[in-house]
């Protein structure tokens, strides 16, 4: 359904200037049967060294801006409600007997665990250290990263596909998870009908993970503004998750490209260098 295709426009998005220390640019465009094209791009350092120099304290404070935002919404927007949850499904658990409500309770019980494990990764993305590299096996992470995802799949009705071949690629693997984890979810939420495929292709230029799914699409209009942290693609969200995105594939150096076709669906892909 996403092919390459010829781009006949193509619009750069110039930033305000108290905009323009982001680490990625959005750039749109758009083919003639309407598919709606993106990508984040790093921006080219200058000629002049001072303004290199300047370009890179405005990323610094713009990375620290963001921490502080990620670690202010999880503290009182997340922990808080976990609590509730946990506390609830404490209560209710003595009332259950039957074997469906059951496996739902513990589907529940695992998302409150999979949700603390998350708020100590967005600790952990909202510092600057350096990525841990090992070799990754790209099956065994996409597997992993959808498994908390199938439940909610199948309660939709959708069906959730992980093509891969074990191979492997040298990387953090946290950073990594937290990135196809995401993608998951926000296709999951989105999508109404149909399914979501989770695949991996051998590039020239590295490995590149595809997450397609059959939902409404992107107007292009939304493309550019995804990956800010106040943006959230679901009533109720916090606009987390593709932010955790954007700063995890900045820091592996990876590169996000976004097609999708209003009515049809959408493709996120994360390319992920040798």
């Known amino acids: 359904m996403f092919q390459d295709q010829v781009i006949t426009e193509s619009r750069h998005r110039e930033a305000p200037a108290k905009e323009r220390h982001r680490a990625f640019t959005p750039i749109l465009a758009r083919s003639p049967e309407g598919v709606v094209f993106g990508r984040l791009e790093a921006p080219r350092a200058g000629i002049n060294d001072r303004a290199v120099l300047r370009r890179a304290m405005e990323d610094a404070e713009a990375r620290s801006a963001r921490a502080a935002y990620l670690m202010a919404a999880a503290g009182h927007d997340l922990r808080q409600p976990l609590q ?29 665990s999979n949700l603390s494990e998350g708020l100590t990764e967005l600790a952990v993305a909202a510092r600057l250290a350096e990525p841990q590299t090992h070799l990754v096996r790209l099956d065994d992470l996409l597997t992993d990263a959808t498994v908390g995802w199938r439940h909610h799949a199948a309660a939709r009705g959708l069906r959730l596909r992980v093509v891969a071949r074990p191979w492997t690629v040298r990387s953090d693997r946290r950073l990594l998870s937290t990135i196809v984890r995401n993608l998951v979810g926000n296709a ?81 892909s994360i390319t992920i260098p040798r």
Do not use: K, Y
Not at 211 to 216: C, L, N, R, S
């Open 188 to 268: 999951v939420h989105n999508t109404r009908s149909g399914g979501v495929l989770v695949a991996c292709r051998r590039r020239s230029d590295g490995f590149r993970v595809d997450v397609i799914d059959t939902g409404p699409g992107l107007p292009e209009g939304e493309v550019a503004e995804l990956f800010e942290a106040h943006r959230s693609g679901r009533p109720g969200g916090l606009g987390l998750g593709l932010t955790l995105v954007r700063d995890a594939a900045e820091r592996l150096g990876c590169h996000i490209t976004i097609c999708s076709i209003a009515g049809r669906g959408s493709r996120f």
């Open 84 to 112: 509730v949850i946990a506390l609830a499904l404490d209560r209710i658990a003595p009332g259950l007997t039957d074997a469906g409500q059951l496996d739902w309770l513990d589907v529940a019980r695992g998302e409150v």
